[in-house]
Every structure is written in C-alpha cells, then in structure tokens.
C-alpha cells in the first residue's frame, strides 16, 4: 500500500433525510489520474467537499498516505497536501495573480508583507509550470482559462500531494487543453496524485488512468481506463446505454430572420465588422478559441456591451436597445458562461432564480401572485427535469448541470424570440446534456432562434444547422454544419492570428 496516496473507505453524507451518499469506496494511488464521472447529483462534488473539509461526513474514514484525516476546514486541507481547483473559480477578481496565489499566506519579513519575495516566487512557479501570466496582471483581465491556471499554480505552490479538478476543460479551447494535460502529465511524473472530475469522456480516456463512475450517491464502477470503454462508463452513469451522443437535427429553417450588419464595438476587445444572417427556427453556433470574441459578441447582441457601428435587424426591423432591459424587451435571451459570476442568485432559491426575469407576469392586480410563481418555478423544474427536493431550495445548494437547468428553464418563461447560449452545457453530465440538446432542437422547431457558443468541437457540429467562425475578434467565415469537420474550423479559427 505505500503506493497508494489516498483511501476513501465507506463514505457515507445526507442531508436532512436525502442520503447523498452511500457507504463510497475509492482509492488513488500516487503520480495517478483517478477520473470521476457521474450524472449532476450523483454526489460527486459533495464526496470531494468532505475530503477538502467544506461538509463533514457522517460515516467512513478517509486516510491519507495510509493516515487518518478529518480536515475541518479547506485551509486545513491545503496546508496538508489537499488540493480542489473548483469549477466555479473563487477569486479577487480585483487583485493581481500575486496576491490571489499568496492569499492568506503572504511572506513577511519585519513585519511587513514581501512582496519582492512574493514577485519572485510567483516568476519561478510559473517557470516550473511553463505558464506563460504576468504576475502583475488583474485578475478581473483575465481569460476564464488562464484564471484557471492560476488556481492550479496555487495548488502546486502548496506542495499538494493530490490535486482534484473539477471540469477543468469546461472554458478551455483544444491548444489549452493540451497544455493543461502537459502540466498534469509533467506534475503526475513528479508524484503528484489527481482527481480529475469530468463529462468529457474523450479527456479521461486521453489522460486518465483509472475511472470511477458514481449514480445516485452509490459507487457503480471503478475500472482502470484500458479495461473499459465509453459504452460501459455511460451505462454505469445514467442506468441505460445512450445510442448516440446527439439527437437528429430535425429541425427546418425558415426564412432569414435575424440579420447582424458590419456590427463593431466601442471598447476593449474591439469586435471588429461582424455581419452574418440567421433564419428562423435555425440553430446557428459560434465557434473560436477562447479570447476570440464569442461572448463578447453575444453581450452585444444582448445590450450589454456598447456597440461602436452597424445595426441590428429582427425580421426586417432595425432595433435600437442600451442595455438588457430593452434587449429583454425585444424578446432576446441569454444563458452567460460564467453561471455562478452573472447566471444566477446564489442565495436565492430555484423559484426566486426562475421568476426573476418575468415578474409582469407572476401579478394579480399588481401584485405579485405567490401561486403563480410557485406554479412556474415547479414547471420549470418539470420541464428541465431539475433534480431537486423541491422549488424552495437554495439554488447554490444544486449541482452546477441543475443550477443551469434553472437558468435555462427561467428563459423559457420569457418565451424568447432570439436566444443567445453562451456554452449551455458547461458542467453538465452526458445524460442532461443530451435534454439539453433536445430542448434546444425542439425551441428551433417551433421557430426560434437560438445562437449557440460552444467550445466544443463535437458539440457544436453535432447540434446545429450552421457555424460562425470567430478569429481575434473578426468573422472568418460561416460553414454549414453537414459539409464541415474539425479541421476546417480550426483552420478558420486561427485565420487572423
């Protein structure tokens, strides 16, 4: 067993009189990858939070390097060797990348925080790592991939034995996955141990050694990933095999709709002349690497950015909207990327989050009806299949796939003309995502538009009619789905490199 880096023996949390989970069994031995797959709200995340001393267990032991431990808080964890880069990213966004790695550990020396020594330290990790990030740099600047790497460094300058990421690859484009998994490689030979959370099934067969897949809180399945194959992990996750990972794309475009013309923006990062047109009930995806202007294109669409030049036109209508507001308005929708930063109300429940954006809607002589809005929060929940004990439950309390079934759900009770998905999937299993794609085929059937962003190559040539290719800023180009591969998107998305 000296081999061995961590043991989870019969792991058991509930919550009230819902059992999460169920007498769990797992070991991770040193320089490995362990993945760990499982449906939203198979546990996952909660299992990992007793190891970092967020939640207490209520039965098992965890041991590691074959001693027990029963960290009571996430600093305990770090400080002996524990390590959890979170999905949702939890940063001074308006400090540097110094201050953030050094937080609650800043050097001293008379008294006096170092920041020479912290500078200093801060170059030389980034050296070890090959990472390319000005200490100095604001955070808030930042790419949602390289806050990411930040946070790892952060892991490694605590000399963690083991190191547990949670769907690290979500924000990520395909050169900065590779480069994360060079980072883990190049760590993994060093002895460092890691739990990889993922739905991307690809990844863990690419970088994993061993996979263990959990359902309903129970341990179904721990396999090394030579021994297995995608067919299995899918039947152990969701309780029945999937035939093919999207649905037909059935759905028939109508007339243009939705027309962008020589659209540019005001401030940093410039777009620069977008023009494109959109049909309705199409299901048109915007693909590019992270940085390329996806997102910002979307905020535009959506008011929430400052357009410089060009126009917008809705079925023939030039619109003129400042903000949101207006855009809402119009009937424009959009599901944001960073679901926790500016998707929801973490401390609000899933009704609050559902009936927040169509008030007007929940009145009764001007008032707001309680009924009503308990009756649309519960057909949300319905409709979306959010796993959850009931409508009056934090949203913060779900799983990250349930918490965007909400948001996506809260849309839906607007009715929206045009929506604007900025990566809908991120963070959600296989079995939801598959719902998710439905859904989205299903509102383009019934003639809406949906302008979809994905980072993901399979995804955004498996779910849509047509693909917008964004390169620093500009369009490169626009390809229909059935007549592209990967490799013309690439090529596309590196045109004005």
């Not at 070890?128 to 952060?154: G, H, W």
């Not at 809260?410 to 991120?426: G, S």
Request: hydrophobic share 40%; charged share 25%.
């Amino acid at each position: 067993m000296d081999n061995v880096v961590l043991q989870i023996k019969d792991l058991s949390k509930s919550f009230a009189k819902n059992k999460v989970l169920d007498g769990i069994n797992l070991t991770v031995k040193k320089g490995t990858v362990l993945g760990l797959m499982g449906e939203n709200g198979a546990g996952k995340s909660t299992m990992m939070k007793c190891l970092f001393g967020i939640y207490s267990k209520d039965e098992g032991q965890i041991l590691l390097e074959g001693k027990l431990i029963d960290f009571k808080t996430p600093k305990e964890a770090l400080e002996n060797g524990v390590a959890m880069v979170h999905q949702e990213l939890n940063q001074c966004l308006d400090r540097t990348v110094t201050d953030n790695l050094f937080l609650g550990r800043y050097p001293t020396q008379f008294g006096v925080v170092n920041e020479i020594k912290m500078l200093k330290d801060c170059v030389s990790l980034f050296s070890s790592l090959n990472v390319n990030i000005n200490p100095k740099t604001v955070m808030r600047t930042m790419s949602v991939s390289q806050r990411q790497m930040v946070e790892i460094a952060k892991a490694v300058s605590y000399n963690a034995k083991i190191i547990v990421l949670d769907e690290p690859t979500s924000s990520l484009t395909e050169p900065e996955v590779k480069k994360l998994f060079s980072i883990v490689s190049s760590l993994r030979k060093k002895g460092v141990s890691f739990i990889y959370i993922s739905h991307k099934m690809d990844e863990v067969f690419q970088i994993c050694d061993e996979v263990a897949v959990l359902r309903d809180g129970k341990m179904m399945l721990t396999k090394s990933v030579n021994d297995t194959g995608m067919d299995e992990l899918i039947s152990a996750m969701v309780g029945r095999s999937l035939d093919k990972r999207f649905p037909d794309v059935d759905n028939t475009p109508g007339d243009y709709y939705f027309e962008v013309r020589n659209l540019s923006t005001k401030y940093e990062p410039l777009l620069k002349d977008i023009s494109f047109k959109v049909r309705k009930g199409e299901i048109f995806g915007l693909y590019g690497l992270v940085g390329a202007g996806r997102s910002e294109l979307l905020e535009s669409l959506f008011g929430v950015r400052t357009i410089f030049s060009g126009e917008i036109i809705l079925n023939g209508k030039k619109l003129h909207f400042k903000n949101s507001k207006e855009a809402m308005e119009y009937n424009f929708a959009l599901v944001t990327e960073e679901r926790k930063l500016n998707g929801m109300f973490g401390k609000d429940t899933i009704k609050f989050n559902t009936v927040i954006t169509n008030l007007e809607s929940y009145k009764s002589f001007g008032i707001l009806s309680n009924r009503k809005m308990q009756e649309a929060a519960d057909r949300e929940i319905k409709v979306m299949g959010t796993r959850c004990v009931s409508a009056d439950e934090l949203i913060s309390s779900l799983s990250g796939g349930n918490q965007q079934k909400v948001i996506i759900g809260k849309w839906l009770e607007r009715q929206p003309e045009i929506f604007l998905m900025d990566e809908p999937t991120r963070g959600i299993d296989v079995g939801a995502k598959y719902e998710i794609y439905q859904l989205i085929i299903q509102m383009a059937k019934e003639g809406k538009t949906i302008i979809v962003v994905s980072s993901e190559m399979p995804e955004i040539l498996g779910i849509t009619n047509r693909i917008a290719v964004m390169s620093n800023h500009r369009l490169a180009g626009i390809v229909d789905t059935k007549d592209t591969d990967q490799e013309a998107l690439l090529r596309l998305s590196a045109k004005y490199l």
